[in-house]
């Protein structure tokens, strides 16, 4: 039971912060950029603050210390496999966690910048990204396992939560309301 509440009270305690603040930093950031004469203020500001929000949660509890096993999976696919056996709430946790740890990158990144308004851009920056916390978890010794597959999953999360929000990417705008 304790368990239980410290996971979601977390999460009642971050989100009843969390969202006030956000809320504030897209008014302000928005009324700023409107006063300077910005093309698309409130877009640019929901944006940014929602892929802050929506990523430094995930990076934040990728790069906190575990007790957990540690090692480098290498091999494409193999930690997956590995989960074949596991209760469905494991393989849940796993797979659909990675999937969200750049989900609000790649959604909101194309939204916000029209350079990258591109599948494979918002890709390859995930894959980078999740490289480097990968690096960081290893080099750290920080209780994780770095794996392959965890790239995988979180490259994939990212180009999939792009693709959901496709129709409000700044490419697919007309020019004169996106800034570069």
Known sequence: ???TWELWGN??????FALPLALLAILLLSRHRARAGHPAPLRTSIAEVGIIVGTAPWVWMILTPSS?????GLVPFADLADLAGAPWEVVLVQVGGNLLVFAALGA????????????ARVAALAAAFSVLVELLQYALR??????????ILNTAGAAMAALVTRRWWAG?????????
Request: charged content about 20%; hydrophobic content about 45%; glycine content about 8%.
């Open 1 to 3: 039971m304790a368990r």
């Open 11 to 16: 999460v009642i305690i971050a989100g009843t």
């Open 68 to 72: 957990g096993p540690t090692g480098v």
């Open 108 to 119: 909101l990144l194309p939204v916000r910048s029209r350079a990258m308004s591109s599948t």
């Open 142 to 151: 920080l209780g994780r396992f770095s794996s392959v597959d965890d790239v």
């Open 172 to 180: 697919r705008i007309p020019a004169a309301t996106v800034p570069r």
